[in-house]
């Protein structure tokens, strides 16, 4: 079977239309021809990214319950804006791609996920430009990102409007917040943020408000529990797999209780807090994970998690910002080629060459 | 199904040489008798699967979708399945019998050679080659391929349930003909009937084991089944399953193997897996070489539908045909008629790393990088990723989310390499 060996595009009609005499059961069938597989399976990209917008929501809701109408508006802002503006940019940039692949949605909700509920809409649609066209279109569109372009997004708007971006609602603040309200009474540092600022002692919050979300932080970040529903769902339909979640999240915290265990705990957060606190279950399920900019092998997945989980522990415990999430996943990101690179997997039947009729 | 009365017979049905005619336009062939004799060591005689008269000798279009040299045999009043008084008896084999056990291995690899038996599972590979390995070379193992070789085909299963028998003594020649003492027949686990029925005639032998393995795709592939059932691997091209001590034979092929010794039965029918939705009735069908696919259709209840597309072979690695006017083949394992709804048309997307096509490949490659280097044309690139080693089974681009044309690029790559290889050797 060696007819078609090449690529041409599938779907023309080739042989001739019916000729006129011959009709009825010996008719010409109009005959599609193209290279096998002549079947696909069911996966389509807007099938995981659809998957991947809903496996968020749960996360998103309990937000919208802590944070209610502030949620609302970063949630609903932040996925049209960046709806919009990829409309803009699939036009005029006559990139291949439409609306309905999902990813600008999943970027959208991602983005409002990782800003405080106090953000203004100004600071939404920054992002949004930021994330759609300099991370993705720049790049050349979906599949050619180097860096997720929700997280690229945060981290512009974290080092161009610092207290914009670290303005933190209290949980059951739930009124509207209209623009010029006086925030100071209704708003708390977080966790991460208490323990930069060696205010460690005055931490409320322990292990059952970090798991439902029962306090201070990004729209999307608060409740783990939710976020770890979520990312059962994305495991179990095999959208992302074990390896960079579970690398991620164990070196945090394998580093974090080390310095735990050395330096005391006047000094260090305890590390099951490190891992419910902050950004790291959005970060290492939901983030890290972006197929786009993560690696494409097994090995190379254990290395990028166990790599933003050490840059992760490094940033909170020694760096200059009190979350290092986005950070440590970036800068992976762009380590992403080379480990791809030098971590090929090995081709069948290599290792064993010569091994001969041994048995 | 019956002898067609019409035959056109293409001369190359097999890897390796094409055959040479021996037979002019107004001979009289009987059953069985020889058309063509092979054109080199790796080549396979044609014999005519009809009684009747050579009415053309010359180019035809090939299911392959190119002209080749066919001989076309029609039947005749006196000859041929019309009319059965007066034909000339079939032709058979001389020098094959019952006997088997009698006969030494170069004269049983001869019979097989003669019977012009190729390799019933789709690559056509001819059998007394494999037979004959190099010096040096030792074969210590038999692996009998049922484990289907791609989805929708059920022939082999049917082979194996319906000529169990003569499966088994066709293993029993193929290990006489090796000389090896052990042979293995792979069965996917969905089949446990066919493994039942083989355990019971295989019970005398206790050379022969029949193992169940996972159903998966492609699991009936030489070097997968070997790697399930041995867990040994078979080096990247240009190795060879001989390289690990194995020969691999299908079980169809095993069967057309016991004919041809032990009843001189030629190569000249085999079974076929006729199915899809535009086929009016699916069925196995056991076929004359050189049926063409209308007689086929007509006997399976006709078209229910118009087809969209129809495949010879499976639908992982079959071709897609061109018009229905083409013969069946030694190779041709199904006959696939697919509507619009199971074929959709495909437009590719751009990749988002997933690395599903890495994860799936049976051969460890990584599809997605090999496609995109031969995207931008460089072939160099590719063949460091090992472009060479792949089989081309599809699962890539089955799996891949966003349609792209995974190992249409990997072909595409490796038929541009070729062509550098000639143009610098010319």
Known sequence: MTASSNAAPEGAPVSAPPPADKVGASARPTLRVGPSPHLHGPETVPRIMRWVFLALLPAALVSVWFFGASAVKVLTLSTLFCLGVEWLCLRLMRTPGALSDWSAAVTGLLLGMNLPPTAPWWLILAGAIVAIVVAKHLFGGLGGNIFNPALTARVFLLVSWPTYMTTWLKPGQRQWLAPGTDLAGITEATPLGLLKEGRLSELSAGASDLLLGNLGGSVGEISALALLIGAAALLWKRIITWEIPAAFIGTVAAVTGLAYAIGGPERYLAPHLHVLAGGLFLGAFFMATDMVTCPITYRGRLIFGAGCGLLTAVIRLWGGYPEGVSFAILLMNAGTPMIDHYLRPRTFGTATARQGATS | ?426
């Open chain 2, 1 to 426: 199904m019956p002898a067609p009365c019409r035959v056109v017979v293409p001369l190359r049905q097999h890897l390796g040489a094409p055959a040479k005619a021996i037979v002019a336009v107004g001979d009289r062939v009987a059953e069985g008798q020889p058309i063509a004799e092979p054109g080199g060591f790796v080549s396979a005689p044609v014999h005519a699967p009809i009684a009747g008269e050579v009415t053309f000798v010359g180019p035809r279009a090939h299911p392959g979708g190119f002209p080749c040299e066919s001989v076309v045999i029609e039947a005749r009043d006196g000859v041929g399945p019309a009319a059965t008084d007066g034909a000339p008896p079939p032709w058979r084999l001389p020098g094959a019998s019952a006997d088997w056990e009698r006969m030494t291995r170069a004269e049983l690899t001869a019979l097989i050679r003669e019977a012009g038996i190729v390799g019933l599972g789709g690559a056509a590979f001819p059998t007394h080659v494999k037979l004959s390995p190099p010096a040096g070379k030792p074969i210590d193992l038999l692996v009998i391929n049922g484990a289907e070789c791609e989805p929708f085909l059920t022939c082999d299963h049917r082979v194996m349930l319906e000529e169990t028998a003569a499966v088994v003594t066709g293993v029993r020649i193929l290990k006489r003909a090796l000389g090896v003492p052990r042979a293995i027949i792979g069965v996917e686990g969905n089949k446990p009937d066919a493994i039942a029925r083989l355990g019971e005639a295989c019970a005398l032998d206790d050379g022969i084991e029949v193992v169940a393995c996972r159903v998966k795709y492609p699991q009936g592939a030489e070097k997968q089944l070997i790697n399930a059932l041995t867990g040994r691997e078979v080096p990247p091209p240009p190795g060879l399953p001989l390289d690990v001590g194995v020969v691999v034979q299908n079980v169809g092929t095993a069967a057309a193997v016991a004919r041809a010794v032990t009843a001189g039965l030629p190569l000249y029918e085999r079974v076929v897996t006729v199915s899809g939705s535009a086929i009016a009735r699916p069925s196995n069908v056991r076929v004359r070489i050189g049926t063409p696919l209308r007689d086929i259709i007509d006997f399976c209840g006709g078209l229910a539908s118009p087809p969209a597309k129809v495949v010879m072979g499976g639908p992982m690695m079959g071709a897609s045909l061109t018009d229905l006017d083409v013969p069946v083949v030694k190779a041709t394992s199904g006959l696939l008629f697919f509507t619009r709804h199971e074929c959709p048309d495909s437009t590719p997307h751009a990749c988002i790393r997933c690395g599903r096509c890495g994860e799936a490949c049976p051969l460890c490659l990584q599809p997605s990088e090999i496609a995109l280097r031969v995207e931008i044309g460089d072939l160099d690139a590719a063949q460091a990723l090992h472009i060479q080693e792949c089989m081309e089974c599809g699962t890539c681009a089955y799996i891949c989310p966003s349609n792209r044309w995974l190992v249409q690029q990997v072909r595409l790559g490796k038929a541009k390499l070729h062509d550098r290889k000639q143009q610098r050797s010319a």
